[in-house]
């Protein structure tokens, strides 16, 4: 039940922020103020970023595979927490380069009092925000705070960390068992693996929510995947809100500190502003020394500066608190080997399993969240001791947290002059610029090969064979019959939407 | 952080020495076409961006100014695509167990978003303007306009390839930076970053914001190799470079769409006196931008998600229907295919077997089965059926 609360939140402060940005318009169009007009530009990207949330969340809810998606959709809350992150630092770049202008040229708030009532306008839509989805938030959030140029909104809510957060996540997560048990078994798990996994999970519900290697709770990893990935999403969500809310802080204090401290040049007056360009015309006389005396001088000029110096601060902020959620992102995208996972621990403790004679090409990648999928090739003798190689691989694997794996085997043959450690089935040499990756042999130690040898010389193979103490690339022969039989691939057909 | 090892050709002692490394970065850079080509452009924009600032604060035209950050921003974008290049070759390692290859992918994705992100502000800005038209200054934005567009020209040439994704070599992402900024006001598209920039003060001071006529072309890059697979052994980043080409490819365009843009709506504000023209201008740029980048955006999502390769989308099906009529092959189940890169397909699949079928030979098959679709890294799951 996590999806649905977050697609209410995501729709509540849709409507809100949406209805704030007409509101905006409205009053910009009263008063004519370009300020105000741009603010609500602001909001508009707001609504946006929660458009995407809110798109992200719609589709990560079809984790069943389709003919195109085989994985399912359930990436798309990464992608949605990696476009808000985007947009997020675009946002801030602006934000900088409208601040600069501020520097160079400043110029007064034209009604701070209108201002300041839509700032905290603003202000309490954004406290909306952050109530629903403070929650949700791993890092500080920091929202994206807009230009200030007059507009505030999002409140500044002080959020608690790490209780809060954990208790909301064991909620968030026990009310997900439900729809991610759905999924488990569409998941790509083992065929024998799932009916363990679900009744282990309804018994450990209440574990921790360590996504540590734990393999008494797959189920609960589980519903923390799926979970983690949503909070990904509403963690970017959360930061935009923030953003908008400090943002709305800036703007309010900026404007309250103007309207108590500025002292205007009042029309009719001769008023001279030291503070802003002799282009301005409507504020600014060239009025010469003589009459300096009689002269209002307009108020003082910091205050010019502080908006563009708090909108600094705020960005640096915005940044600081994005960039860990960029780096998440990024890094799932780009196929990294979840944190949690030490890649060559894993792989000297799968080579030192029994049957298994040397582990190549094994990758380890996480979709999204907490699932995460292995492929690898295995080496074994033949095919007789492959099945209880296998089971106990899966079992291996299910206790480091990694339940869709694809192992293939890959047997043995007495006369070969190749290594243990080459793969059987690699690309035949004129693929190897199109591998991915460089370094084919994942695990290639030496004792492998003297593995290989002993054992080789221990059994024989169906296939052709000498006593010879090398292997070599498997060769089958063929075998041609027809096999009538239906085709098992995907259950449901839907087209991408893209 | 992103590892930052480069297990190149040569072996470098591991002091960290920040000289060695970049000069190590610089040499990568220039070892590929691609990545140098972006290079050279980065370097010819951020020039080009480092005259119109200084000019812009000698002449104190804050159109100029706004400008020159327009295109300051444009450069990342650039830069992103070099690092973008540059990463993909390094070797893999623990954490990547893959490699770098994807960050092609992710720089043309991100990029894509920038663009998007520049068409809507540019968008707004347009709006903002057909609402509250500044004066407009536009004796200083001509010249600097037309030596934008020229540079965004040359941007094109180099990289011409890009941008629809067939590549027939030839990165030739020329970065046309938005020449509009300066004084046109609002001509300006901000090829860039979506920076709207503040046409807030523009109804005070006059100030035309036209320096934002900055369109960032963003990476349109052009698949340099369209034939990845032919030649060269040379890394696999070369045939992947197709994202980020395409990505500068097209913030070259979107910039060169916005001078073009500010050019002839400084003209039409000279000859006929309509400011209007300067904000439909940015408009229809903006929107022009927004369509461009909707093809780029669309591959990179796909790759991203994990989607079936769609030059695959054909020849799946009937692979699959030759490893269930092999002998001894019960049944295929979940099969999953995605793209890592352009053109490199990795799979996974299972097979449920008789007890008393040949493994290896299945194996074999199978996989030449699917070498010759294109996948050829396949993981092939063996589940021997139960009596």
Same mark, same amino acid.
């Given at each position: 039940?996590?999806?649905?609360?977050?697609?209410?939140?995501?729709?509540?402060?849709?409507?809100?922020?949406?209805?704030?940005?007409?509101?905006?318009?409205?009053?910009?169009?009263?008063?004519?103020?370009?300020?105000?007009?741009?603010?609500?530009?602001?909001?508009?990207?707001?609504?946006?970023?929660?458009?995407?949330?809110?798109?992200?969340?719609?589709?990560?809810?079809?984790?069943?595979?389709?003919?195109?998606?085989?994985?399912?959709?359930?990436?798309?809350?990464?992608?949605?927490?990696?476009?808000?992150?985007?947009?997020?630092?675009?946002?801030?770049?602006?934000?900088?380069?409208?601040?600069?202008?501020?520097?160079?040229?400043?110029?007064?708030?034209?009604?701070?009092?209108?201002?300041?009532?839509?700032?905290?306008?603003?202000?309490?839509?954004?406290?909306?925000?952050?109530?629903?989805?403070?929650?949700?938030?791993?890092?500080?959030?920091?929202?994206?705070?807009?230009?200030?140029?007059?507009?505030?909104?999002?409140?500044?809510?002080?959020?608690?960390?790490?209780?809060?957060?954990?208790?909301?996540?064991?909620?968030?997560?026990?009310?997900?068992?439900?729809?991610?048990?759905?999924?488990?078994?569409?998941?790509?798990?083992?065929?024998?693996?799932?009916?363990?996994?679900?009744?282990?999970?309804?018994?450990?519900?209440?574990?921790?929510?360590?996504?540590?290697?734990?393999?008494?709770?797959?189920?609960?990893?589980?519903?923390?995947?799926?979970?983690?990935?949503?909070?990904?999403?509403?963690?970017?969500?959360?930061?935009?809100?923030?953003?908008?809310?400090?943002?709305?802080?800036?703007?309010?204090?900026?404007?309250?500190?103007?309207?108590?401290?500025?002292?205007?040049?009042?029309?009719?007056?001769?008023?001279?502003?030291?503070?802003?360009?002799?282009?301005?015309?409507?504020?600014?006389?060239?009025?010469?020394?003589?009459?300096?005396?009689?002269?209002?001088?307009?108020?003082?000029?910091?205050?010019?500066?502080?908006?563009?110096?708090?909108?600094?601060?705020?960005?640096?902020?915005?940044?600081?608190?994005?960039?860990?959620?960029?780096?998440?992102?990024?890094?799932?995208?780009?196929?990294?080997?979840?944190?949690?996972?030490?890649?060559?621990?894993?792989?000297?403790?799968?080579?030192?399993?029994?049957?298994?004679?040397?582990?190549?090409?094994?990758?380890?990648?996480?979709?999204?969240?907490?699932?995460?999928?292995?492929?690898?090739?295995?080496?074994?003798?033949?095919?007789?001791?492959?099945?209880?190689?296998?089971?106990?691989?899966?079992?291996?694997?299910?206790?480091?947290?990694?339940?869709?794996?694809?192992?293939?085997?890959?047997?043995?043959?007495?006369?070969?002059?190749?290594?243990?450690?080459?793969?059987?089935?690699?690309?035949?040499?004129?693929?190897?610029?199109?591998?991915?990756?460089?370094?084919?042999?994942?695990?290639?130690?030496?004792?492998?090969?003297?593995?290989?040898?002993?054992?080789?010389?221990?059994?024989?193979?169906?296939?052709?064979?000498?006593?010879?103490?090398?292997?070599?690339?498997?060769?089958?022969?063929?075998?041609?019959?027809?096999?009538?039989?239906?085709?098992?691939?995907?259950?449901?057909?839907?087209?991408?939407?893209? | 952080?992103?590892?930052?090892?480069?297990?190149?050709?040569?072996?470098?002692?591991?002091?960290?020495?920040?000289?060695?490394?970049?000069?190590?970065?610089?040499?990568?850079?220039?070892?590929?076409?691609?990545?140098?080509?972006?290079?050279?452009?980065?370097?010819?924009?951020?020039?080009?961006?480092?005259?119109?600032?200084?000019?812009?604060?000698?002449?104190?035209?804050?159109?100029?100014?706004?400008?020159?950050?327009?295109?300051?921003?444009?450069?990342?974008?650039?830069?992103?695509?070099?690092?973008?290049?540059?990463?993909?070759?390094?070797?893999?390692?623990?954490?990547?167990?893959?490699?770098?290859?994807?960050?092609?992918?992710?720089?043309?994705?991100?990029?894509?978003?920038?663009?998007?992100?520049?068409?809507?502000?540019?968008?707004?800005?347009?709006?903002?303007?057909?609402?509250?038209?500044?004066?407009?200054?536009?004796?200083?934005?001509?010249?600097?306009?037309?030596?934008?567009?020229?540079?965004?020209?040359?941007?094109?040439?180099?990289?011409?390839?890009? =941008? #629809? *994704? +067939? &590549? $027939? %070599?030839?990165? !030739? @992402?020329? /970065?046309?930076?938005?020449?509009?900024?300066?004084?046109? =006001? #609002? *001509? +300006? &598209? $901000? %090829?860039?970053? !979506? @920076?709207? /920039?503040?046409?807030?003060?523009?109804?005070?001071?006059?100030?035309?914001?036209?320096? $934002? %006529?900055?369109?960032?072309?963003? /990476?349109?890059?052009?698949?340099?190799?369209?034939?990845?697979?032919?030649?060269?052994? $040379?890394?696999?980043?070369?045939?992947?470079?197709?994202?980020?080409?395409?990505?500068?490819?097209?913030?070259?365009?979107?910039?060169?769409?916005?001078?073009?843009?500010?050019?002839?709506?400084?003209?039409?504000?000279?000859?006929?006196?309509?400011?209007?023209?300067?904000?439909?201008?940015?408009?229809?740029?903006?929107?022009?931008?927004?369509?461009?980048?909707?093809?780029?955006?669309?591959?990179?999502?796909?790759?991203?998600?994990?989607?079936?390769?769609?030059?695959?989308?054909?020849?799946?099906?009937?692979?699959?229907?030759?490893?269930?009529?092999?002998?001894?092959?019960?049944?295929?189940?979940?099969?999953?295919?995605?793209?890592?890169?352009?053109?490199?397909?990795?799979?996974?699949?299972?097979?449920?077997?008789?007890?008393?079928?040949?493994?290896?030979?299945?194996?074999?098959?199978?996989?030449?089965?699917?070498?010759?679709?294109?996948?050829?890294?396949?993981?092939?799951?063996?589940?021997?059926?139960?009596?």
């Amino acid at each position: 039940m996590a999806c649905a609360p977050n697609r209410v939140r995501l729709l509540c402060m849709l409507s809100l922020t949406f209805g704030f940005f007409i509101v905006e318009v409205a009053v910009s169009r009263l008063t004519s103020s370009l300020a105000m007009l741009s603010d609500s530009f602001h909001m508009l990207s707001d609504v946006i970023a929660l458009v995407v949330a809110l798109v992200a969340v719609r589709f990560a809810e079809q984790t069943q595979s389709t003919n195109k998606n085989t994985f399912g959709w359930i990436r798309a809350e990464v992608m949605g927490a990696l476009v808000n992150a985007v947009f997020l630092t675009a946002l801030c770049f602006t934000i900088i380069l409208e601040a600069i202008e501020r520097f160079t040229e400043p110029h007064e708030i034209d009604r701070p009092d209108v201002v300041i009532g839509v700032g905290i306008g603003g202000l309490l839509v954004n406290l909306v925000g952050l109530c629903l989805f403070h929650g949700h938030a791993g890092g500080g959030g920091h929202g994206h705070s807009h230009g200030g140029h007059g507009h505030s909104h999002g409140g500044h809510k002080k959020h608690k960390n790490g209780k809060v957060r954990r208790c909301e996540t064991l909620e968030d997560s026990r009310s997900a068992g439900e729809e991610t048990n759905n999924l488990v078994g569409n998941q790509n798990n083992s065929p024998n693996g799932v009916n363990p996994d679900r009744r282990r999970a309804e018994m450990s519900h209440s574990d921790s929510l360590d996504l540590q290697i734990n393999g008494s709770a797959p189920y609960e990893e589980l519903e923390n995947g799926h979970d983690a990935a949503s909070q990904l999403n509403m963690r970017g969500v959360f930061l935009h809100v923030l953003g908008d809310a400090l943002g709305s802080v800036i703007v309010v204090i900026n404007a309250s500190i103007f309207r108590a401290v500025w002292w205007p040049c009042k029309p009719g007056e001769i008023c001279e502003n030291p503070c802003v360009d002799q282009h301005c015309s409507d504020h600014s006389l060239n009025i010469s020394s003589a009459v300096t005396n009689s002269t209002f001088k307009a108020g003082p000029c910091w205050v010019l500066y502080l908006d563009p110096t708090l909108c600094i601060i705020m960005v640096c902020i915005l940044l600081y608190t994005t960039y860990p959620l960029l780096k998440e992102s990024a890094l799932i995208l780009l196929q990294t080997v979840p944190k949690q996972i030490d890649m060559h621990q894993l792989n000297t403790r799968l080579r030192d399993l029994e049957g298994v004679l040397a582990v190549h090409e094994l990758h380890i990648w996480q979709l999204a969240g907490s699932r995460i999928i292995a492929t690898a090739h295995i080496k074994c003798h033949d095919p007789t001791s492959y099945m209880d190689v296998a089971k106990r691989i899966k079992d291996f694997f299910h206790d480091e947290g990694i339940h869709a794996t694809t192992i293939q085997p890959e047997f043995v043959t007495v006369n070969s002059d190749s290594r243990a450690s080459l793969c059987e089935l690699s690309c035949r040499t004129q693929c190897a610029p199109k591998l991915c990756c460089g370094a084919v042999d994942s695990a290639k130690p030496p004792d492998g090969a003297v593995d290989a040898k002993k054992l080789c010389e221990a059994k024989t193979p169906t296939v052709t064979s000498t006593s010879a103490t090398s292997l070599e690339i498997i060769s089958e022969s063929v075998e041609e019959t027809s096999r009538p039989e239906s085709v098992v691939i995907i259950t449901r057909e839907v087209e991408s939407s893209l | 952080m992103l590892p930052l090892s480069i297990k190149d050709d040569e072996y470098k002692p591991a002091k960290f020495n920040l000289f060695v490394k970049l000069s190590g970065w610089f040499r990568s850079i220039l070892a590929d076409k691609t990545s140098r080509n972006l290079f050279f452009f980065l370097c010819l924009n951020l020039s080009f961006a480092f005259v119109e600032l200084l000019y812009g604060i000698w002449s104190n035209s804050l159109g100029l100014i706004s400008d020159s950050f327009h295109m300051f921003f444009d450069c990342t974008a650039l830069l992103a695509g070099l690092a973008a290049s540059v990463i993909s070759r390094w070797r893999s390692n623990d954490s990547f167990s893959y490699g770098y290859v994807r960050a092609e992918v992710l720089a043309g994705f991100v990029n894509g978003l920038f663009l998007i992100f520049t068409a809507f502000f540019i968008f707004s800005e347009g709006v903002e303007r057909a609402l509250e038209p500044p004066d407009v200054h536009h004796e200083r934005l001509l010249p600097v306009s037309i030596a934008g567009l020229l540079v965004n020209l040359v941007g094109i040439f180099v990289f011409q390839h890009g =941008g #629809h *994704g +067939h &590549s $027939h %070599g030839g990165e !030739g @992402h020329g /970065h046309s930076h938005s020449l509009f900024n300066g004084s046109v =006001g #609002h *001509g +300006h &598209s $901000h %090829g860039g970053h !979506g @920076h709207s /920039h503040e046409s807030k003060h523009g109804h005070d001071h006059g100030h035309s914001h036209g320096d $934002h %006529g900055h369109s960032h072309g963003g /990476h349109g890059h052009s698949h340099d190799d369209p034939h990845c697979h032919d030649d060269h052994l $040379h890394t696999p980043g070369k045939g992947s470079s197709k994202q980020i080409l395409q990505g500068v490819f097209l913030h070259i365009v979107a910039d060169t769409l916005g001078s073009v843009g500010v050019i002839i709506s400084a003209i039409l504000m000279q000859k006929y006196d309509l400011m209007i023209a300067d904000p439909i201008c940015s408009m229809l740029i903006a929107l022009l931008i927004g369509v461009s980048v909707v093809p780029l955006l669309r591959e990179s999502i796909g790759i991203l998600m994990q989607r079936t390769p769609p030059s695959l989308d054909h020849a799946l099906p009937e692979c699959y229907q030759r490893v269930q009529q092999l002998q001894g092959v019960y049944n295929l189940q979940e099969p999953h295919f995605w793209t890592l890169c352009t053109d490199v397909y990795i799979g996974t699949l299972k097979l449920l077997v008789a007890p008393d079928a040949d493994s290896r030979w299945i194996l074999s098959q199978t996989h030449n089965i699917f070498t010759q679709v294109g996948v050829r890294q396949l993981y092939v799951q063996i589940d021997v059926a139960a009596m």
